[in-house]
Nanobody
Framework: VQLVESGGGLVQPGGSLRLSCAVSVSVAGLYSTGWYRQAPGKQRDLVAEISKDGSTDYADSVKGRFTISRDNGKNEVYLQMNNLKPDDTAVYYC????????????WGQGTQVTVSS
């Protein structure tokens, strides 16, 4: 499974960005897909994920501001980020979990999001 992120960049506080993740397999068949982020000197944390049945989960810090979605036809996963804050600055990674004999994780290369005035 290959994941390629796009859409990162520099945005002012209060602005919006939309991240995209192109997936090399059918996203509808994956156990889950999601977005994680890692700021300098910090661990990689879950931002949002969407399960095979379409249910979603968000980190408390982004609830009401970020929305995860997927397009099964295009095999893409998106993260719409609104009302961005400086604390949202991080490298954002696309994640996919595939169910084989066990659950196997795959990662994209990451895309930088910087929120600064």
């Amino acid at each position: 499974v290959q994941l390629v992120e796009s859409g990162g960049g520099l945005v002012q506080p209060g602005g919006s960005l939309r991240l995209s993740c192109a997936v090399s397999v059918s996203v509808a068949g994956l156990y889950s897909t999601g977005w994680y982020r890692q700021a300098p000197g910090k661990q990689r944390d879950l931002v949002a994920e969407i399960s095979k049945d379409g249910s979603t989960d968000y980190a408390d810090s982004v609830k009401g501001r970020f929305t995860i979605s997927r397009d099964n036809g295009k095999n893409e996963v998106y993260l719409q980020m609104n009302n961005l804050k400086p604390d949202d600055t991080a490298v954002y990674y696309c994640n996919a979990v595939q169910e084989r004999l066990a659950l196997v994780e795959f990662w994209g290369q990451g895309t930088q999001v910087t929120v600064s005035s």
